[in-house]
């Protein structure tokens, strides 16, 4: 019989252990997740394409590969521009991101949209999102645009993002399209919207980015 208790009780202080070394991390995925927003237009949203073949549900594969605890939301609209982004912004604003990646700005320069203009939206979607959330990590995704709109305008336009990331100290995405912007096989019919292999070449470009904020934050 004391055998038997001496054995029964290694076996619950061991199980003890193992339940205490593991409820911090299952506490860490399930209270507090690190929300990443994607405010962006139809390349956000994956235009053409399932919403699962959008790059920020690449993201999600990846991270949940990781087990790392983060909640992407994609919030790319078709056809949205700077000035739409910044109209939208207050919604969600309501549950404030932990990250806000901002890919906005492609259909101004496609528009003829005075870049300046553009600027002044990126600029305000920063300072309200960080008014609202002091402590978050914003992320610009930069655009260049084909010339036929001339070089000066094509050199103001791409000009636009590092200027935004600088100001505000944000991080900057070089050029979102990296790899993929003027690759036939890559994009679909319209030469504009990239096919699901050319979202997984945008995931990378954004990882690059995103995965060192996150990993600062994950270790908070």
């Not at 000035?83 to 932990?98: A, E, H, T, V």
């Not at 990250?99 to 320069?109: M, P």
């Not at 978050?136 to 070089?151: F, H, S, W």
């Not at 505000?168 to 995405?173: C, F, N, P, R, S």
Request: with cysteine; proline share 7%.
């Amino acid at each position: 019989m004391t055998g038997f208790l001496s054995t029964r009780l290694l076996y619950t202080s061991g199980l003890l252990c193992v339940l205490l070394s593991v409820r911090p991390a299952v506490a860490q995925d399930s209270i507090n997740p690190v929300r990443v927003v994607f405010l962006g237009n139809s390349l956000t949203a994956g235009y053409g394409l399932s919403v699962n073949e959008a790059y920020p549900s690449f993201l999600q594969t990846r991270v949940d590969s990781l087990r790392w605890p983060v909640i992407m939301v994609n919030a790319g609209v078709s056809g949205d521009t700077s000035s739409g982004g910044l109209r939208r912004l207050g919604w969600q604003l309501r549950n404030p991101p932990d990250v806000l990646v901002v890919a906005l700005g492609g259909n101004d320069g496609l528009r003829g949209i005075s870049p300046a203009l553009t600027k002044a939206n990126l600029l305000q979607i920063v300072n309200q999102t960080r008014a609202a959330s002091p402590e978050v990590n914003i992320v610009i995704a930069g655009m260049q645009l084909p010339p036929n709109l001339g070089p000066q305008f094509q050199e103001e336009f791409r000009a636009v993002f590092p200027a935004v990331a600088q100001e505000t100290g944000a991080a900057l995405i070089p050029f979102l399209l990296e790899g993929v912007g003027g690759i036939a096989e890559l994009n679909q019919p319209d030469g504009i919207h990239p096919t699901a292999a050319g979202q997984r070449i945008l995931a990378d470009n954004v990882w690059e980015i995103l995965a060192p904020i996150l990993q600062s934050r994950i270790v908070r």
